[in-house]
C-alpha cells in the first residue's frame, strides 16, 4: 500500500527538487493522523531511493507507523542495547561534536566548549576510537591538574555524568560513511538529557557526511523525522537550526512533527520553520488556528473559513502549504489546499 494525498478527489504530487528546501514542519493535535502520514510520506521516499533517519525520542511511534517504514527497507536500531558509532572523517568534524553535547546539557558558555574539545583532541590523539564514557573519564583525570580551567572540567564532567547510566556512544575518526541506510533510531530507555545528546550528535554526523558526499555521484537525499521535536532547542545556532538554514544545500532534509507550534518557540524560530519546504496542519487547537490563518490569509472573510475549518478537521486531514501539483497536470502550484490522507 502507497499514501496519497488527495485534495476534492485529486491526488496531488508534492513538488520536491534537489535545489529548494525540502523539510516538512508537521503540526496538529493527539490521534489527528500526523505520524500516520509522515510514516506513509517517509515509507514512499525510501522506496524511491531516498535515505529516512527517524530519530524517536522514546516511544513516541507506534509499532505501526515503525512498521511502514522497516517494511520499506529501514533498520532498528535500539541505541539502550546496541548502542551508536559515530564516524567523523576530520578531527574539525570530531570536535564539533562539543558544541552539541554541551548544547544538550544546559551550557552556553564558550568554557565548556573549549574544555569538552581538549578531552576529545586528547583521546583521539591515543586512539581512533573512544566512547562516551572514556571521554567524561577524561575530565576527571583532568580535575587533578591545577589550571585555570579546572572549575570548568569539573562543571562539564558533573553535568556529563548526572542522569543515570551512561549511553554507549562511541566516537570514531576514519574515512567511512556514517550511514547510507535508512534507519530508525530507538532511543527508549536513555535518560531524556542523554537523548538529547544522542538525537543532536546523530543530526550533526549526518549532517557533516552530506557535506564530504556534496556533489559526488551517486549522492542521496536524506530526511530526518523527529517527532515531539519542541523538546529540543530549535535556535539557528543549535544542530536543527543548522540543518534548516544549510541542510538543503547538502541534500539534508527535516521532518519535524510537533503538536503544539507558538506556544514552544519564540517568534524567530518560527519564522525559521515557515523558511522550509513544506507545511502541514492538522487539526488545530482554537488559539493556534487563529494564528495560521493569520499567517496563511490577510482577507479576513478567509482568515474565518480557515478557522473554522482547522478546528473542526476530521482525523487524517490537513491543510497543506508547499509547492506542488493537481493530478494530471505539471504546473507548479503555491496555494494551500485542504487535504486528505488516504492508504490506496
Excluded at 513538488?15 to 529548494?20: K, L, P, V, Y
Excluded at 522514546?58 to 536500531?77: I, V, Y
Excluded at 551508536?84 to 546539557?105: D, M, P, Q, R, Y
Excluded at 536543527?240 to 519535524?256: A, D, F, H, P, W
Aim: aromatic share 10%; glycine share 6%.
Amino acid at each position: 500500500m502507497t499514501m496519497k494525498l488527495f485534495c476534492d478527489g485529486k491526488a496531488i504530487r508534492l513538488r520536491m527538487s534537489a535545489d529548494e528546501k525540502n523539510s516538512m514542519l508537521v503540526v496538529g493535535g493527539s490521534r489527528m493522523g500526523k505520524t500516520f502520514f509522515v510514516s506513509g510520506f517517509a515509507s514512499g521516499l525510501i522506496r524511491k531511493g531516498d535515505v529516512v533517519h527517524l530519530i524517536d525520542l522514546g516511544q513516541k511511534w507506534s509499532a505501526q507507523d515503525r512498521k511502514r517504514l522497516q517494511f520499506a527497507g529501514a533498520d532498528m536500531r535500539e541505541v539502550k542495547n546496541e548502542g551508536v558509532t559515530l564516524i567523523f572523517a576530520s578531527h574539525e568534524e570530531l570536535f564539533g561534536c562539543a558544541k552539541h553535547i554541551t548544547n544538550a546539557v544546559g551550557f552556553q558558555s564558550v568554557n565548556a566548549v573549549t574544555v569538552l574539545k581538549k578531552a576529545f583532541q586528547k583521546l583521539v590523539s591515543q586512539k581512533k576510537i573512544f566512547s562516551f564514557r572514556e571521554l567524561c573519564n577524561n575530565l576527571k583525570d583532568e580535575l587533578n591538574e591545577d589550571t585555570d580551567e579546572k572549575e570548568w572540567r569539573g562543571k562539564v564532567c558533573e553535568r556529563l555524568d548526572t542522569f543515570g547510566k551512561l549511553p554507549n556512544i562511541c566516537f570514531c575518526l576514519q574515512a567511512e560513511a556514517f550511514l547510507l541506510s535508512s534507519t530508525i533510531w530507538d532511543l527508549a530507555g536513555i535518560d531524556e538529557t542523554y537523548v538529547q545528546i544522542v538525537a543532536y550528535l546523530i543530526l550533526y554526523c549526518l549532517l557533516c557526511q552530506q557535506r564530504r558526499l556534496f556533489g559526488c555521484a551517486g549522492a542521496k537525499r536524506v530526511f530526518a523525522i523527529i517527532d515531539e521535536f519542541q523538546n529540543l532547542d530549535c535556535d539557528r545556532r543549535a544542530i536543527i537550526g543548522t540543518c534548516l538554514t544549510e541542510g538543503q544545500k547538502y541534500r539534508l532534509n527535516l521532518i519535524l512533527v510537533t503538536q503544539f507550534m507558538d506556544s514552544n518557540f519564540s517568534d524567530a524560530v518560527i519564522h525559521q520553520f515557515k523558511q522550509g519546504g513544506f507545511r502541514f496542519y492538522f487539526r488545530l487547537t482554537e488559539e493556534e488556528a487563529k494564528l495560521v490563518s493569520k499567517q496563511i490569509a490577510y482577507d479576513i472573510s478567509i482568515q474565518k473559513q480557515i478557522y473554522q475549518k482547522l478546528v473542526q478537521l476530521p482525523r487524517g486531514h490537513c491543510l497543506m502549504l508547499g509547492q506542488h501539483s493537481l493530478e494530471g497536470s505539471w504546473k507548479v502550484l503555491e496555494q494551500f489546499r485542504f487535504l486528505e490522507v488516504k492508504m490506496t
